[in-house]
């Protein structure tokens, strides 16, 4: 809840802002290579030759504002003396850090106001996931505040409206199983095949040690591709999964150092469980696993729905 005028889609029309979408790429002896982004609520790229954490990943994206002057006055959203800016604020939950994306090009087209982003996460500074927030947000005070104005923010820094928000899946590292389809009537709609593993700390998280099955003979059985269908369903069946993965890390006696990332060999199952624990948005109650997985539906929902109502 804000106690000042904030950017509404009304406002955000008469405005007339434009938004590119992203540009992803990542440079090879000094070659652009594009990445394709595919998903509607989380992107995720498809190139096996790119990694994160060796390549690095650059962005770009133009905004344009066609009558910037609407945003201003007692009818916008801040002082006719202020100045407004726009910027990109990132997360990156895997990694706790986050941080801010200027404009490195701001200039004016007739009427119009245009900012030019083009960033590069350097190779090794995130990893897993990152969240790109574009804001609208008070860059210079006013000096003068006019009669009607004094509802405003006038606060330097201060963030008055979101533009978009987009959520980049750098690697699965949470969210992508071992998954096979089949086409069985005679069998379940899904289920988890594990194998006997017994050192999660050290077991890897690949097809050797589990399996999510598929039964697309099923109607409602989830389809996978650019979007997912009966998304519902799929965030029944990772969220089961999950629980019935921290229970046998569990009953191995590793569900401590497991949550709490002690001694785990990285691509290990116990790792991945670390991974996921520490990219939810809302803390996973271990406490019973009934509130465990209230708790992990939360977080496979907002993964899945990229963080949508």
Not at 141 to 151: D, R, V, Y
Not at 268 to 284: A, G, H, N, P, R
Request: hydrophobic share 35%; charged share 30%.
């Amino acid at each position: 809840m804000f106690f000042y005028p904030t950017l509404t889609d009304e406002l955000l029309e008469t405005a007339g802002f434009s938004l590119t979408s992203y540009i992803y790429s990542y440079n090879v002896n000094d070659l652009d290579c594009r990445l394709i982004g595919k998903g509607k609520n989380v992107v995720k790229f498809d190139d096996d030759t790119w990694r994160i954490e060796r390549d690095g990943l650059r962005i770009r994206r133009s905004i344009v504002i066609e009558y910037p002057e609407y945003l201003y006055g007692k009818s916008g959203i801040a002082c006719e003396d202020a100045e407004l800016g726009i910027c990109i604020i990132w997360t990156n939950k895997t990694l706790k850090q986050m941080g801010t994306i200027l404009p490195g090009n701001t200039y004016r087209n007739e009427a119009s106001s245009v900012y030019e982003f083009d960033y590069l996460f350097e190779p090794g500074t995130i990893k897993g996931d990152l969240c790109l927030e574009t804001q609208l947000y008070i860059k210079k005070a006013a000096e003068k505040i006019l009669l009607g104005e004094e509802s405003l923010m006038n606060d330097e820094g201060v963030k008055v409206g979101v533009l978009d928000e987009v959520h980049l899946d750098l690697g699965s590292m949470y969210m992508e199983f071992p998954i096979a389809e089949i086409n069985d009537k005679k069998l379940p709609m899904w289920w988890l095949e594990l194998s006997d593993w017994s050192e999660p700390q050290k077991d890897l998280f690949d097809e050797d040690s589990l399996c999510i099955y598929l039964n697309t003979a099923y109607e409602l059985c989830p389809k996978m591709g650019e979007t997912v269908k009966y998304a519902d369903v799929l965030i029944d069946i990772i969220t089961t999964v999950y629980v019935m993965l921290y229970r046998k890390v569990s009953d191995c006696g590793c569900l401590a150092n497991t949550i709490n990332d002690v001694d785990l060999e990285e691509g290990s199952i116990s790792k991945i469980l670390y991974y996921f624990k520490d990219s939810c948005k809302t803390d996973i109650d271990f406490s019973t696993e009934e509130r465990m997985h209230k708790t992990i539906w939360m977080n496979v929902a907002d993964m899945i729905n990229g963080g949508d109502d």
